[in-house]
């Protein structure tokens, strides 16, 4: 199994483009969840898809958007990119019974808008 | 509000001696507590959760729901800990369900 696989690894973009992250969750995870990290700072919560339905979200303006196939890949996309939005975009899937086996990350990819 | 806070942006302890990372947390309900763990040039993996009571690497980490603690503690650190460890929380919220991180503690360990 090759794990959570996300792609590119790294990206670099210009103020104003748009931008697609993707994600392929572990066999058999049906629930995939988006993070953003900062540099110095913790994973802060995007996205949450389960069964190709958004579950949750968070506190991130509409310029994110996401989706998820009918098999359980995920894409995120960022319009009208700003500076700000340079981060480590991190992908995790889950088993439903995530408090056991918790979540497992992929490597991220690595977005500099310059 | 539900958060995570770790105290220690850094924490530096020589190889052998004993070291604790501090995690507390502020939730309402019925915390579901992890230890994740980041290696250099690594990506963020699962180290402790709390509903197994487990011991990885020498790792151990009680919740203490009087203190709404979950410090990770190891007696005896090796170099190879070096890394960057982050405290998480679990939120379920209209069948939804995300990670709370705190911001990490970065562990050096001294030869």
């Known amino acids: 199994d090759a794990g959570v696989t996300q792609s590119p690894t790294h990206l670099i973009k210009t103020r104003g483009q748009h931008v697609t992250l993707r994600c392929s969750p572990i066999?058999?995870?049906?629930?995939v969840s988006w993070y953003q990290q900062v540099l110095g700072q913790g994973p802060q919560f995007i996205f949450q898809?389960?069964?190709?339905?958004?579950?949750g979200r968070g506190n991130f303006p509409d310029r994110f958007s996401a989706r998820q196939f009918p098999n359980y890949s995920s894409e995120l996309n960022v319009n009208a990119l700003l500076l700000g939005d340079s981060a480590l975009y991190l992908c995790?899937?889950?088993?439903?019974?995530?408090?056991?086996?918790?979540?497992?990350f992929g490597s991220g990819t690595r977005l500099t808008v310059v | 509000a539900q958060r995570v806070t770790q105290p220690e942006k850094l924490l530096s302890v020589f190889k052998g001696a004993p070291v604790e990372l501090k995690c507390n947390y502020s939730y309402s309900g019925s915390p579901e507590l992890f230890w994740y763990v980041q290696y250099s040039r690594q990506r963020l993996q699962l180290l402790l959760r709390h509903i197994s009571r487990e011991s990885i690497k020498g790792f151990t980490a009680d919740l203490n729901k009087g203190e709404t603690s979950f410090h990770l503690k190891k007696p005896f650190a090796q170099e190879e800990d070096s890394a960057m460890y982050y405290c998480?929380?679990?939120?379920?919220?209209?069948?939804?369900?995300?990670?709370?991180f705190g911001k990490g503690t970065k562990l050096t360990v001294n030869p």
């Open positions: 898809y389960y069964e190709k339905e958004e579950r």
């Open positions: 995790a899937s889950s088993l439903a019974d995530r408090r056991f086996y918790g979540y497992t």
């Open positions: 066999s058999g995870h049906k629930s």
């Open positions: 998480a929380l679990t939120l379920t919220q209209g069948g939804s369900e995300k990670l709370v």
